[in-house]
């Protein structure tokens, strides 16, 4: 399985983007697809998380109510529409796939190259 993160770019306080995480190979039912980012000199972070085979969705509290995940399963696509950006919402996004419903990212055994987004005015 390769995931290929695209998306990202510069917006201002309040804006929107859309992340897309496109998959190659087959994604069982059962997998988790999820989003983490990472900013300069912090910790890489659990965003939010899907099942592949339902609408199950998790987020941060940090992202909650603003950001949400889907998957377009013909696709093979996942997405991370973002709202009301912060600049503290500024960093190197990454999707991933794993099997277990987790936020931890050492549970997740695939992931992305990573899309970077930058919210400044």
């Known amino acids: 399985v390769q995931l290929q993160a695209f998306g990202g770019g510069l917006v201002q306080p309040g804006g929107s983007l859309r992340l897309s995480c496109a998959a190659s190979g087959r994604i069982f039912s059962s997998a988790v697809m999820a989003w983490f980012r990472q900013a300069p000199g912090k910790e890489r972070e659990f965003v939010a998380l899907?099942?592949?085979?339902?609408?199950?969705?998790l987020y941060a509290d940090s992202v909650k109510g603003r950001f949400t995940i889907s998957r377009d399963s013909a696709k093979n696509t996942v997405y991370l529409q973002m709202n009301g950006l912060k600049p503290e919402d500024t960093a190197v996004y990454f999707c991933?796939?794993?099997?277990?419903?987790?936020?931890?990212?050492?549970?997740?055994?695939?992931w992305g190259q990573g899309t970077q987004v930058t919210v400044s005015s």
């Open positions: 991933a796939r794993g099997s277990q419903w987790a936020t931890q990212r050492n549970e997740y055994r695939f």
């Open positions: 899907t099942r592949w085979s339902r609408d199950s969705t």
